[in-house]
T-cell receptor, first 109, second 119 residues
Framework: GQNIDQPTEMTATEGAIVQINCTYQTSGFNGLFWYQQHAGEAPTFLSYNVLDGLEEKGRFSSFLSRSKGYSYLLLKELQMKDSASYLCAVRDSNYQLIWGAGTKLIIKP | GAVVSQHPSRVICKSGTSVKIECRSLDFQATTMFWYRQFPKQSLMLMATSNEGSKATYEQGVEKDKFLINHASLTLSTLTVTSAHPEDSSFYIC???????????????FGAGSRLTVL
């Protein structure tokens, strides 16, 4: 079966750095996405990785290793507004998106 | 950027009634829209893929007669929850893509979601 694993919840301090990991086992791979979802709202797109390596976008970076079936989302200079759930999703060989359950990130002052 | 509008954002209905949720792509045409369902603290669950001008493709375990999808135009898809029951209470989210970007991402843009409560 297809599976996306990410931690259920993480806590970090304002101004710090946090890394959210995602491991996947899917039938084929056609890209990995990270989305941010605030409570009661729809997900918003953060990043996309299809090749190995690091993609940097301001305070957020996303890394991919296809051979390890692994990705992480790195958030720097954390702000209170970063408190949200972070969803990892992988597009499989049929171009279907397989979603992880999300990691709830709690930022403390 | 691409915008997807979803309405209503919240709806409360009595058991046995039907509820219609609309999803519109505001500044692009979407031949395909996706309907998701999300329970609290759980992941997005794809319910169906809505195709303009043809029948929707439903995921395994999703009752097509209960969750009616109509994609009548390139900018509008509707989901009707028929004979709703309390167990249908959930957060329903639609999404669409305005095509493949230069990176090949084909990013989904989500509507704001509709929270359905069935009494």
């Amino acid at each position: 079966g297809q599976n996306i694993d990410q931690p259920t919840e993480m806590t970090a301090t304002e101004g710090a750095i946090v890394q959210i990991n995602c491991t996947y086992q899917t039938s084929g791979f056609n890209g990995l996405f990270w989305y941010q979802q605030h409570a009661g709202e729809a997900p918003t797109f953060l990043s996309y990785n299809v090749l190995d390596g690091l993609e940097e976008k301001g305070r957020f970076s996303s890394f991919l290793s296809r051979s390890k079936g692994y990705s992480y989302l790195l958030l720097k200079e954390l702000q209170m507004k970063d408190s949200a759930s972070y969803l990892c999703a992988v597009r499989d060989s049929n171009y279907q998106l397989i979603w992880g359950a999300g990691t709830k990130l709690i930022i403390k002052p | 950027g691409a915008v997807v509008s979803q309405h209503p954002s919240r709806v409360i209905c009595k058991s046995g009634t039907s509820v219609k949720i609309e999803c519109r792509s505001l500044d692009f045409q979407a031949t395909t829209m996706f309907w998701y369902r999300q329970f609290p603290k759980q992941s997005l669950m794809l319910m169906a893929t809505s195709n303009e001008g043809s029948k929707a493709t439903y995921e395994q375990g999703v009752e097509k007669d209960k969750f009616l999808i109509n994609h009548a135009s390139l900018t509008l898809s509707t989901l009707t929850v028929t004979s709703a029951h309390p167990e249908d209470s959930s957060f329903y989210i639609c999404s669409a893509s305005n095509g493949t970007s230069a990176s090949g991402a084909n990013v989904l843009t989500f509507g704001a979601g509709s929270r359905l409560t069935v009494l």
